[in-house]
């Protein structure tokens, strides 16, 4: 399955650690315009790109609040990249959501394919 909608914060490491494929982890919340808006176009660029695989958090699900505050996530949505169990520098963390964004996105994915 390459798109996971993460339970709680072992299972958001269980997958983002994986050593066989880039994972983007999509931080986000059932109220943001900007992920209600162009989700599709994540999940169709998620699916459509072999070797790649989304997990999804709720930023306002309470396994999730006290890891989302440590790591000074404000904006949602956020993606963070992780290559290889190994987050992304530079250029692993986008944030908002927008059609630039998401050719942004495709780029860098591809950059490290």
Known sequence: MVWVQAKDTEELH???ETKDS???IYFTA???VPCQKHGAGLRDLVE???GVKLVSVDATS???IEMIQAANIIHLPTIHMVNKGS????GGEFKGLSSDKLKQ???KIQSLQ
């Open 87 to 90: 987050f992304v520098q530079p």
């Open 48 to 50: 459509n790109t072999p």
């Open 22 to 24: 880039l994972v983007l």
């Open 62 to 64: 309470e396994p999730f």
């Open 105 to 107: 996105l495709r780029a």
């Open 14 to 16: 269980k997958e983002a």
């Open 30 to 32: 059932p109220w943001s």
